[in-house]
């Protein structure tokens, strides 16, 4: 099972930071993603992270600006937000890869463990 928090309310130009903990079992061989789903409209991929933790992606809208990152002796992968913007309000979702030694992907359907999502909110 995968707990995603760290969510809340913040002024544009702020920082949050997301946490999602894996239990039950180990996910140090998978690639992971965090996702977001904005008011009204569809999940999206906002990046991903390899197994190794050495290679990630993101997407254009938020380069620069989030940094994700795992622990695989913790069991956890993080999502480091700054300098938000109203458009990044929206339930944001970490993911998870069933097949071992998978490569980050962008598709929702290629991930099979969800979290229960955290809600980020920010006010202009």
């Known amino acids: 099972q995968l707990q995603a928090s760290g969510g809340g309310l913040v002024q544009a130009g702020g920082s949050l930071r997301l946490s999602c903990a894996a239990s039950?079992?180990?996910?140090?061989?998978?690639?992971m993603g965090w996702f977001r789903q904005p008011p009204g409209k569809e999940r999206e991929f906002v990046c991903g992270?390899?197994?190794?933790?050495?290679?990630?992606y993101y997407v254009d809208s938020v380069k620069g600006r989030f940094t994700i990152s795992r622990d695989n002796a913790k069991n956890t992968v993080d999502l480091q937000m700054n300098s938000l913007k109203p458009e990044d309000t929206a339930v944001y979702y970490c993911?998870?890869?069933?097949?071992?030694?998978?490569?980050?992907?962008?598709?929702?359907?290629?991930?099979?463990?969800w979290g229960q999502g955290t809600l980020v909110t920010v006010s202009s």
């Open positions: 993911a998870l890869q069933d097949r071992r030694f998978s490569t980050i992907e962008i598709e929702r359907d290629k991930y099979d463990y």
């Open positions: 039950g079992r180990s996910f140090s061989r998978h690639a």
């Open positions: 992270v390899s197994w190794t933790g050495v290679s990630t």
